[in-house]
């Protein structure tokens, strides 16, 4: 069983920064993609980032250029930097483990997902 959790969000003003983290537990960590995604209320869950067993990466247009999705294959753990946040930022953000070594925008590519952790971005 894979479990992940999601740490590191909180509320910041405008133009801040946060570094989430997500530890995953179970084993060949390093063969499976990972995304990140974030759902705000009264919307879908919406792809945010995406790193593959081989570290490429890729990134949801509106967050292209202030956020960085990382892995540390040996801790176990993927990261999301954010940078130059904004209001429309917040959400609940979740990690979630891809079915295979390359990452997908939908949520149907990834078969794990953790809580979540909350974003608030004030203006």
């Known amino acids: 069983q894979v479990q992940l959790v999601e740490s590191g969000g909180g509320l910041v003003q405008a133009g801040g920064s946060l570094r989430l983290s997500c530890a995953a537990s179970g084993r060949a960590f390093g063969a499976y993609a990972m995304g990140w995604f974030r759902q705000a209320p009264g919307k879908e869950r919406e792809y945010v980032a995406g790193?593959?067993?081989?570290?490429?990466?890729g990134y949801a247009d509106s967050v292209k250029g202030r956020f960085t999705i990382s892995r540390d294959d040996a801790k176990n753990t993927v990261y999301l930097q954010m940078n130059s946040l904004k209001p429309e930022d917040t959400a609940v953000y979740y990690c979630?483990?891809?079915?295979?070594?390359?990452?997908?925008?939908?949520?149907?590519?990834?078969?794990?997902w953790g809580q979540g952790t909350q974003v608030t971005v004030s203006s």
């Open positions: 790193i593959s067993w081989t570290h490429s990466t």
């Open positions: 979630a483990r891809a079915l295979g070594g390359v990452y997908s925008d939908a949520p149907s590519g990834y078969d794990y």
